[in-house]
């Protein structure tokens, strides 16, 4: 029998399901008013998911053969039903219990193409159909995502039960095309605090909030299904350098959880929670806060948490929150900077169109300067000579000295010092991209002895480039191998005490595996990236890049080609640079590329 795809049958049967749009059923029989009065409806906040169209699919009907079954179920696992019953309904009553549609969901570039490969010599024996396509990811248990490209095929089985078909044994987890798994899940970022090991003590950031992106369903309570992921704990990839402040075991007594009138959140929390005291009552507060509010379409006021019996345990308002802000470490990031045609540092902020020397070693022009890094504070910079050999840190304050070298290359301007970038505790990292002895390097306090940093899972690649996250747990690297460069993130994971530290980069992966060639990155969001590169055979282009390799949710910018480095802030209402052959151009939101004045300048970057 032929290959057909689910696709075809879609207009049907979404057509005869139920849609609701807010709280409004509209049934397929359903009439509308033509006349009467026009009455005021008073409005209230709600999460963005309630406002959406919902769709629910339809349950089998009676004689469906067993590729209409199939067809059947994968449209309902597509459908906004909270349990997933009506998809249920396709599955033999034996499998209606077991089967786990939360255990992982594969996408796929498009819906399953499905075939029915084989009937037994008898009907009891039952059909075998296969579904098969294009897989690009997958996301786990846990809602994390992850690119998994590969050739995809699996075999659902069909059964006689009752005299209708059922399935009896299927895929793990759900099957969807990108198209629907776009439309039905978000990407939402959890928080939890940063495992700083002896570093927490030496730069006093001991509450440090990293985000932690997963995939939950649109429209499905988004409130309550965020607060439970949270508590589910970190994905795999970002545990061993992040803690939670919940209790093994903590769960959410409510079935439901929603912001009151006043955009208030309340949780009651199970038994695990009863005995919290009160710092870690408010830590929880302050993950559950900046977790939820990715999913409210309101500003989040403050957090009440309330033990099993209904008694309150502590509340947190949004002020007091503000201790724990994951931007704490990100800092202001109120200018640009970049290296003028004289080798000096300049800056210049969104509002003005000519960019001025910084005040210091740096803009006095004491070195020929290559490229810089801002410290998060803006008060000082670290800047890399023109020939890549040697690295200095200066004050960016009238009068200030250059001081002496605080790292020196083992190559020239072919290897050389990578720029370098400034994590939100105030350390400052740096690649030295020597082909014979490439390192990566931390100077603690930015004017500590450099301490090199291994780093596992390069298989033969070199490090040519590298931005460290405000948090100082993850960092972007560009590795090069076989003339091709390739954006990876690592976690750094921290060991020792404060006099002898350890720290070491674990877990690469690849988070632009669609880019052949990466040209320049940097830092655009708590979770996001921003890279220059391009697909094989493509040209370049300029695009937002999630950090767990998903598809970025932001718009798509104006086309710009020959980017050698680009600079964003983590706040999305700033200017993004970028250095092309002719020098420095920047796009302001809602604006096109623009050159800047002077033009004729280089490696721009925002603290960081």
Not at 77 to 102: E, F, G, I, V
Not at 189 to 207: T, V
Not at 256 to 268: A, E, Q
Not at 556 to 574: C, D, F, Q, W
Request: hydrophobic share 35%.
């Amino acid at each position: 029998m032929g290959v057909d795809r689910y696709r075809r049958r879609r207009g049907r049967r979404l057509g005869a399901a139920a849609l609701t749009l807010g709280g409004l059923l509209l049934a397929g029989c359903a009439s509308m008013p033509d006349s009467g009065d026009v009455d005021s409806v008073n409005g209230s906040p709600r999460a963005d998911a309630d406002s959406q169209v919902r769709v629910y699919g339809v349950a089998p009907r009676a004689g469906e053969q067993p590729r209409e079954i199939v067809l059947g179920f994968l449209e309902a696992t597509t459908s906004d039903d909270p349990a997933y019953d009506t998809a249920r309904k396709y599955l033999a009553a034996k499998k209606q219990s077991t089967w786990n549609p939360s255990e992982v969901t594969t996408i796929l570039t498009e819906p399953p193409q499905v075939r029915v490969d084989r009937s037994g010599d008898r009907e009891e024996d039952g059909v075998t159909i296969s579904l098969t396509g294009k897989q690009v990811a997958r996301v786990d248990a846990k809602h994390a995502y992850k690119p998994d490209e590969r050739t995809y095929e699996n075999k659902i089985h069909v059964v006689r039960q009752g005299g209708e078909w059922r399935i009896d044994a299927l895929p793990a987890g759900l099957v969807l095309g990108v198209p629907d798994f776009q439309r039905i899940y978000r990407s939402v970022n959890k928080y939890y605090f940063a495992k700083l090991g002896p570093d927490q003590r030496r730069s006093g950031r001991s509450e440090v909030l990293v985000p932690d992106p997963v995939y939950l369903r649109k429209r499905i309570d988004p409130v309550t299904s965020t607060a439970r992921a949270l508590l589910d704990g970190p994905t795999n990839w970002l545990a061993p350098v992040t803690t939670t402040a919940f209790r093994a075991g903590t769960q959410v007594v409510d079935d439901r959880l929603s912001l009151d009138d006043s955009n208030n959140l309340k949780v009651r929390l199970n038994g695990k929670a009863d005995s919290a005291n009160l710092v870690q009552c408010h830590r929880m507060a302050a993950q559950l806060l900046f977790t939820v509010q990715d999913q409210a379409s309101a500003t989040v006021g403050d957090v009440t948490l309330e033990r099993r019996d209904g008694s309150k345990l502590c509340g947190l308002t949004r002020e007091q929150a503000q201790e724990y802000s994951p931007g704490r470490t990100e800092g202001r990031a109120d200018r640009q900077y970049y290296i003028d045609a004289k080798h000096k540092m300049v800056s210049l902020a969104d509002s003005e169109d000519e960019a001025r020397r910084v005040p210091g070693a740096f803009g006095d022009g004491q070195a020929l300067l290559g490229s810089v890094a801002v410290d998060r504070s803006e008060r000082r910079a670290a800047g890399v000579t023109e020939d890549g050999r040697s690295l200095y840190v200066a004050a960016l304050e009238h009068g200030s000295a250059l001081g002496d070298v605080r790292l020196r290359a083992h190559a020239g301007a072919k290897g050389g010092l990578a720029p370098p970038s400034w994590d939100g505790l105030g350390d400052l990292w740096v690649v030295d991209r020597s082909p014979q002895q490439p390192r990566l390097l931390r100077l603690p306090g930015g004017t500590g002895t450099p301490e090199e940093v291994q780093v596992a899972g390069l298989d033969g690649g070199r490090i040519t480039g590298l931005r460290v996250a405000a948090d100082g747990v993850r960092i972007a690297l560009l590795v090069t191998k076989d003339g091709h460069t390739k954006l990876m993130l690592g976690r750094v994971e921290r060991a020792g005490s404060v006099p002898h530290p350890s720290l070491s980069v674990q877990g690469l992966r690849s988070v632009a595996p669609q880019l052949e060639q990466v040209d320049a990155v940097s830092w655009a969001g708590g979770s996001r990236l921003l890279a220059a590169g391009s697909e094989p055979g493509g040209l370049q282009q300029l695009q937002y890049v999630e950090t767990d390799g998903s598809v970025s949710n932001g718009a798509a910018l104006p086309g710009i080609t020959g980017v050698k480095a680009v600079a964003a802030s983590e706040a999305p209402s700033k200017a993004l640079v970028a250095e092309q052959q002719d020098g420095i151009v920047r796009l302001l939101p809602d604006a096109n590329w623009k050159t800047v004045t002077p033009k004729k300048g280089t490696a721009p970057v925002y603290p960081g």
